[in-house]
């Protein structure tokens, strides 16, 4: 059974920071691609930040260096880290794994981030 699951998520001010992981299970983890999606109330869900097998990132336009996703293999574990929060933040913040052949896709249940004073 694959589980991504989340944590991390919660209520922080505007300028502050937040770090959510995502503990994977029940996949074979290093041939996946990883990565972070967010879904905001009355919008699309669009992408926050990928990793690749070989460690390559990939981010959102709207992320302007603010945030760093990594990957470790050794823990099957991914995390975002996220700096300079505002508003506009304020989302469910979703793991997911993409087997990099493409024929495998999975989505854990997501994480609450809201960035208000």
């Known amino acids: 059974q694959v589980q991504l699951v989340e944590s991390g998520g919660g209520l922080v001010q505007p300028g502050g920071s937040l770090r959510l992981s995502c503990a994977a299970s029940?996949?074979?983890?290093?041939?996946?691609?990883m990565g972070w999606y967010r879904q905001a109330p009355g919008k699309q869900r669009e992408l926050v930040a990928t990793?690749?097998?070989?460690?390559?990132?990939n981010y959102g336009d709207f992320v302007k260096g603010r945030f760093t996703i990594s990957r470790d293999n050794a823990k099957n574990t991914v995390s975002l880290q996220m700096n300079s929060l505002n508003a506009e933040d304020t989302a469910v913040y979703y793991c997911?794994?993409?087997?990099?052949?493409?024929?495998?896709?999975?989505w854990g249940q997501g994480t609450q981030v809201t960035v208000s004073s």
């Open positions: 029940g996949i074979a983890f290093s041939i996946y691609i």
């Open positions: 997911n794994a993409l087997q990099s052949d493409g024929t495998r896709n999975y």
């Open positions: 990793v690749t097998t070989g460690g390559n990132r």
